[in-house]
């Protein structure tokens, strides 16, 4: 049985910071397959939507009853474009005070372990997300019979699933700057509450067959015990056509002088 070092009734919170199309699913489809690693979603999702009659500390209770698993660990993925409607939506219970940008959402999360997941490839990452727009698709299955969480998902991978994606360089360069600006609004999240996150890579998770990330979770909320693995039934959705569309951005960035 898997427990969590602590006293009785203690949960331990996880907020995994992230943003779109960074490899966060991937890493989240890892944690669920444990079991024992909560129950980590973008919960805060339906806060981008008006609504006059939600009771947000209501539905903040409610996030982080869902957000835990079995065993006393609870987990919560943030991305940078939800924080704002998340500190709006606190701003209806919790009081103003003087302090740095997203004060309240810290304060909700106080107590929390932080974990930040990113993607070293901006452009790549970029790439994913115009393709993901003009595709309709965020993800794929290894095969047609195979179930997963995910939404805009292609169940059973096809390689010209994209082929007809156009290549539209203004729009890789928006979704490339748009990506260094979330990451730089994490960067002074951490600064500001003087958080040092466990940080996740993309590019070394997705080459780890041990997946030795759970491990570094499992101690960060204070697991006794090593998480089981199970195979990902989500597969890569990055082709060849991501990586030309990669190479002719960069020549038509560089004749651009980068603008």
């Known amino acids: 049985m898997y427990s969590v070092r602590g006293k009785g009734g203690f949960v331990s919170l996880l907020i995994l910071c992230a943003t779109q199309r960074c490899g966060s699913t991937m890493i989240v489809e890892d944690m669920r397959n444990t079991g024992v690693l909560g129950n980590p979603e973008e919960w805060f999702v339906p806060w981008a939507q008006p609504n006059p009659n939600r009771d947000h500390e209501q539905e903040l209770a409610g996030v982080k009853r869902r957000a835990v698993g079995d065993n006393g660990v609870a987990s919560i993925k943030v991305m940078a474009n939800q924080l704002l409607d998340i500190e709006d939506g606190l701003k209806t219970f919790l009081k103003p005070k003087p302090g740095p940008r997203f004060f309240r959402f810290h304060n909700a999360f106080k107590d929390a372990k932080w974990a930040r997941i990113r993607r070293r490839n901006v452009v790549a990452q970029a790439i994913s997300r115009v393709m993901a727009q003009q595709t309709g698709i965020n993800h794929a299955t290894g095969t047609a019979e195979q179930e997963h969480f995910a939404g805009n998902l292609l169940k059973g991978y096809s390689e ?58 499992a101690n960060l909320v204070g697991l006794t015990e090593v998480p089981d693995r199970k195979p990902r039934t989500m597969v890569k959705v990055g082709n060849q056509r991501n990586k030309d569309f990669a190479k002719q951005f960069l020549r038509q960035a560089a004749e651009n002088k980068f603008r």
């Not at 082929?163 to 609004?185: C, G, H, M, P, W």
Request: hydrophobic share 40%; aromatic share 14%.
């Open 160 to 217: 010209d699933y994209n082929q007809s994606a156009k290549f539209n360089y203004d729009a890789i360069l928006r979704e490339a700057t748009s990506i260094t600006l979330e990451n730089v609004a994490w960067d002074q999240f951490f600064r500001d509450f003087e958080i040092d996150p466990l940080v996740l890579t993309y590019e070394d998770v997705v080459r780890d067959n041990d997946m030795t990330h759970l491990d570094r979770i």
